[in-house]
C-alpha cells in the first residue's frame, strides 16, 4: 500500500479552489457528483457502489454517482442498471459508452451529465476508499485544491495546497488496466504543464 490522492475538482473550471455553484445553480445545497469510469468492473462495482452511498449517508452530504461503462464485455453494464434501480435514479446515473473509448473520454461523457457543483474522481477498482470524502470535502471547503494541475495553478496563485493521505490498496477483483499508453501520456501531460507554467 502507498498514499495516494483522488480528487474533488469543482465543475467551474480545472483549476477552480473554492466551492462555487455552477451559473444558475444555488448553493443552498451543495451536491457532490462522483465520476466512476468502469471497464470491467462486474465484481467491484457494487462493493464500491455501495460504501459511496454508506460514506454520503452518514455524513449527510448531498450527492449523485454517475457510472461510466466504457463498454465492458464482462456485464458491467447491467450490474449498473441494478444499481441504478437499486439506489434511484437520483443517486446512480449510468450513462455508458457504446465501446472502449478510453478513461479521458469516460471523464468527458460524465461531466455532461453533471449536476452537482463539486466533483469526485474516482476508481471503481477499490483502490479508493470513501471514506476518506468527508476530509477531502472538508479540505476542499476550507479552500484547499487536489490533482497535478490544480496543484501547479494553485501554487502560481498562491493558493494555500493541502493534502489528506489515503492508503492506496490494490484492486480485489479484475486486472489493472493501466498500461504502457496511459503512463506515456501522462508523463506527456506531465512534461506539458511544466514547460507551460
Same mark, same amino acid.
Request: charged share 25%.
Given at each position: 500500500?502507498?498514499?495516494?490522492?483522488?480528487?474533488?475538482?469543482?465543475?467551474?473550471?480545472?483549476?477552480?479552489?473554492?466551492?462555487?455553484?455552477?451559473?444558475? &445553480?444555488?448553493?443552498?445545497? %451543495?451536491?457532490?457528483?462522483?465520476?466512476?469510469?468502469? /471497464?470491467? =468492473?462486474?465484481?467491484?462495482?457494487?462493493?464500491?457502489?455501495?460504501?459511496?452511498? #454508506?460514506?454520503?449517508?452518514?455524513?449527510?452530504?448531498? /450527492?449523485?454517482?454517475?457510472?461510466?461503462? %466504457?463498454?465492458?464485455?464482462?456485464?458491467? &453494464?447491467?450490474?449498473?442498471?441494478? $444499481? =441504478? +434501480?437499486?439506489?434511484?435514479?437520483?443517486?446512480?446515473?449510468?450513462?455508458? *459508452?457504446? #465501446?472502449?473509448?478510453? $478513461?479521458?473520454?469516460?471523464?468527458?461523457?460524465?461531466?455532461?451529465?453533471?449536476?452537482?457543483?463539486?466533483?469526485?474522481?474516482?476508481?471503481? %477498482? *477499490?483502490?479508493?476508499?470513501?471514506? @476518506?470524502?468527508?476530509? @477531502?470535502?472538508? +479540505?476542499?471547503? =476550507?479552500? /484547499?485544491?487536489?490533482?497535478?494541475?490544480?496543484?501547479? &495553478?494553485?501554487?502560481? *496563485?498562491? /493558493?494555500?495546497?493541502?493534502?489528506?493521505?489515503?492508503?492506496?490498496? %490494490? &484492486?480485489?477483483?479484475? =486486472?489493472?488496466?493501466?498500461?504502457?499508453?496511459?503512463?506515456?501520456? @501522462? *508523463? #506527456?501531460?506531465?512534461?506539458?504543464?511544466?514547460?507551460?507554467?
Amino acid at each position: 500500500m502507498s498514499n495516494q490522492k483522488f480528487g474533488i475538482k469543482n465543475c467551474v473550471g480545472s483549476s477552480a479552489v473554492s466551492p462555487r455553484p455552477p451559473q444558475g &445553480r444555488s448553493s443552498r445545497q %451543495d451536491k457532490y457528483l462522483v465520476l466512476l469510469p468502469t /471497464y470491467n =468492473e462486474r465484481e467491484n462495482l457494487p462493493l464500491i457502489v455501495w460504501l459511496l452511498v #454508506k460514506s454520503f449517508t452518514e455524513s449527510v452530504i448531498n /450527492y449523485e454517482i454517475i457510472i461510466i461503462d %466504457d463498454g465492458s464485455p464482462d456485464g458491467t &453494464r447491467e450490474v449498473a442498471e441494478q $444499481l =441504478e +434501480k437499486i439506489y434511484g435514479p437520483d443517486r446512480i446515473l449510468l450513462r455508458p *459508452l457504446e #465501446k472502449k473509448l478510453g $478513461l479521458g473520454t469516460a471523464y468527458i461523457h460524465g461531466l455532461k451529465h453533471a449536476t452537482g457543483n463539486s466533483i469526485i474522481i474516482m476508481d471503481a %477498482d *477499490l483502490s479508493h476508499h470513501p471514506k @476518506f470524502i468527508p476530509e @477531502f470535502i472538508r +479540505k476542499q471547503k =476550507e479552500g /484547499y485544491v487536489f490533482q497535478m494541475e490544480m496543484i501547479v &495553478r494553485a501554487r502560481q *496563485l498562491n /493558493y494555500t495546497i493541502g493534502e489528506v493521505p489515503i492508503s492506496f490498496v %490494490d &484492486r480485489v477483483y479484475g =486486472e489493472s488496466k493501466l498500461g504502457g499508453n496511459e503512463i506515456v501520456s @501522462f *508523463l #506527456k501531460g506531465l512534461l506539458t504543464l511544466f514547460a507551460t507554467t
